[in-house]
């Protein structure tokens, strides 16, 4: 079974660019919450999709957004680019709910100039 | 939602076995403790999760006592690959999703 893979590996963008970040998960996974890995604030919770709806948000601005397509498939965006989303942006799978075992992505990393 | 905490970095020699504590104290009666392994510029991988007493698979083990306000995760036997940083997690199992809340992580270093 192919594992979740994240597109692009590496992206670099200048400050007020917008971004679109892809995510395949496990085949059958319907759950796909995306993470925002930083040194300094560690892996925070963006937001996790299940069957095409938002079931949980974290504490990001309006500027990230999400959506998840009916296979499954989710793409995160983030508007108005800044010098701090410089980060991994990390992407998990999970058959049912965000409580079970998270399969993760090997993330994209995003470099604000 | 349960906040966890857990040391910052912790050094050991090959061979050694390694336990790695992680404080819960508002952990609710719906939570499950999950134990992640993250390498740099990788994503976390799944490694052990319970809800009480003891588990254990082919990579560690893991103690929560009655009260349920810590665990503790045991690597029997290091080695230099498992210099990593670990995450303990607390969420909530339930067909209405949930998120999970990454703590500061614990970075092992282990030496030859």
């Known amino acids: 079974k192919a594992g979740v893979t994240q597109t692009p590996r590496y992206l670099i963008k200048t400050r007020g660019q917008q971004v679109t970040l892809s995510c395949s998960p496990i085949?059958?996974?319907?759950?796909v919450s995306w993470y925002q890995q930083t040194p300094g604030q560690g892996l925070q919770f963006l937001f996790e999709?299940?069957?095409?709806?938002?079931?949980n948000k974290g504490n990001f601005p309006g500027r990230f957004s999400g959506r998840q397509f009916s296979n499954s498939r989710s793409e995160m965006n983030v508007s108005t680019l800044e010098l701090g989303d410089s980060a991994l942006y990390l992407c998990?799978?999970?058959?049912?709910?965000?409580?079970?075992?998270?399969?993760f992505g090997s993330g994209t990393q995003l470099s604000v100039l | 939602l349960a906040k966890t905490t857990q040391p910052i970095s912790m050094d050991s020699y090959e061979g050694q076995e390694v336990n790695i504590t992680c404080s819960h104290n508002?952990?609710?009666?719906?939570?499950?403790i999950t134990w992640y392994q993250q390498f740099p510029s990788q994503g976390p991988r799944f490694i052990i999760q319970?809800?009480?007493t003891k588990v254990t698979n082919e990579v560690a083990s893991l103690f929560i006592p009655a009260d349920r306000k810590s665990s503790t995760l045991s690597l029997p036997r290091v080695s230099l690959s498992d210099t990593a940083v670990y995450y303990c997690?607390?969420?909530?199992?339930?067909?209405?999703?949930?998120?999970?809340?990454f703590g500061q992580g614990t970075e092992l270093s282990v030496k030859p």
């Open positions: 998990a799978s999970s058959f049912g709910s965000s409580g079970e075992k998270l399969f």
């Open positions: 085949s059958g996974h319907r759950s």
């Open positions: 999709y299940f069957s095409e709806t938002q079931r």
């Open positions: 508002n952990i609710a009666t719906n939570d499950y």
């Open positions: 319970g809800y009480k």
């Open positions: 997690l607390v969420g909530e199992r339930n067909n209405q999703g949930g998120k999970l809340i």
